[in-house]
């Protein structure tokens, strides 16, 4: 079995978790954090998400799932221990042309998720397609060591650099040389080191403005480190 690397933008749209255990709030986490409108389907939740319901944060339909409740969801996420269940979830999803996750169940699923570092705007994604998630993680745990908090930080410089030069250099070819030097540059390795003078020097040398003109004085003054995830 082969799958197709994508990232799936879920914002703001409804999105489908059936279950209420551990399983069913990692893949809860992950939805919230990219936006997404989630609806929960259970008829009890563990206090993690039960606290969420509270909150406002999902939608809990207190019972089990009934047909057609995943009627217009972008995606559904299927964690529960009904095998049966299972079977007929996905058929449902197969039917109405809607993406579906069986927690690990591989021939039941038409996606799955991959193991994710995030850094900011950075995500890297490991997938063995369903073979080993323990191996996925292993390989995330490597990962970090290599791309750190400085990471995150460092795109948002080169965010912000883009659309400077998108608004103020006409030259397709001289915006792209600038911001791949940006991109080929030393800045992570600056900011790690807290080197901000180094940074302003390259901005000013290929974009003509430093970091306080580019809307970045609040990266002055505050720690890089950022939030680290993995999810299976």
Do not use: W
């Amino acid at each position: 079995m082969a799958y197709l690397p994508i990232f799936f933008d879920v914002t703001g749209r409804r999105c489908v978790v059936i279950g209420g255990g551990e399983v069913a709030a990692r893949k809860v986490q992950s939805l919230l954090e990219a936006g997404a409108d989630v609806t929960v389907f259970s008829p009890s939740l563990i206090e993690e998400l039960a606290e969420q319901a509270r909150a406002r944060r999902i939608h809990h339909m207190m019972r089990d799932y009934e047909a057609g409740d995943m009627t217009d969801a972008a995606l559904v996420y299927a964690a529960t221990d009904d095998a049966e269940l299972h079977q007929r979830l996905h058929a449902e999803a197969r039917a109405r042309g809607i993406p579906i996750n069986v927690a690990d169940v591989p021939a039941l699923c038409t996606f799955i998720t991959p193991a994710v570092l995030t850094r900011g705007s950075l995500k890297i994604a490991v997938s063995t397609e369903g073979a080993s998630p323990a191996m996925a993680k292993r390989i995330i745990k490597r990962l970090e060591r290599l791309f750190g908090p400085e990471y995150g930080v460092a795109l948002e410089v080169l965010r912000a650099a883009r659309h400077h030069l998108k608004a103020t250099e006409a030259d397709i070819a001289t915006r792209a040389s600038k911001l791949t030097a940006l991109a080929m540059s030393r800045i992570p390795e600056y900011l790690r080191k807290g080197n901000l003078d180094a940074v302003e020097k390259l901005l000013l040398r290929e974009v003509g403005i430093g970091l306080d003109a580019l809307g970045l004085s609040s990266i002055r003054g505050r720690a890089v480190a950022r939030e680290s995830h993995t999810h299976r």
